[in-house]
């Protein structure tokens, strides 16, 4: 079998989390309908519904590091089932800097980090990831087998790699699901 070398599910936590804060601030203005101090102190985002932010939402949310943001507008859309509103509106309820203090051991198991590595590959451009932190390179890309750096820091995704390591897992998995252990 071989030896496979993987991002510690921590840090791509940490990347999912960052991508929260950029978008925040990027939809500031257009979400502060949404701010309230008292309940949204880090402000609002809103995942509008598209795949890539809803995987790392569902992962954010499992870990509490975001909780649903729930505007009585949408309270019709309550999901029976499941006992939530459904809503694209999300908050941080971590920082940057308490995520990467915050002990997510619970959820280094390689399940998690096949799901986490599915999530992060909807954010890749072609050959390269389409968004991280100043932290990617030496707390992801230099860890994990996925990710070539040359000697120029330049980070390459490798496809076959992922598809090899991460998706024969995918494929095998009972059920796809961030949880703790």
Not at 84 to 104: E, K, N, S
Not at 141 to 158: M, N
């Amino acid at each position: 079998m071989a030896n496979f070398r993987n991002a510690p599910v921590a840090a791509l936590i940490y990347e999912f989390l960052y991508d929260v804060y950029e978008m925040i601030e990027v939809d500031r203005s257009y979400l502060n309908w949404l701010e309230d101090e008292k309940t949204t102190p880090l402000g609002v985002f809103d995942h509008g519904f598209t795949s890539k932010w809803e995987w790392s939402t569902n992962i954010l949310e499992e870990v509490g590091a975001i909780v649903p943001v729930k505007p009585p507008h949408l309270a019709a859309n309550q999901d029976d089932a499941r006992r939530r509103i459904v809503t694209p509106f999300y908050t941080p309820v971590m920082t940057l800097r308490v995520c990467q203090a915050t002990d997510f051991s619970a959820f280094e198991t390689f399940d998690n980090y096949c799901y986490a590595m599915f999530t992060l590959d909807q954010h890749v451009d072609g050959d390269h990831p389409s968004f991280g932190s100043p932290q990617f390179l030496d707390a992801v890309a230099a860890k994990d087998d996925i990710f070539e750096v040359d000697a120029f820091s330049r980070v390459t995704y490798k496809t076959d790699r992922f598809n090899e390591k991460v998706m024969t897992r995918w494929e095998e998995m009972q059920i796809r699901a961030f949880k703790a252990v």
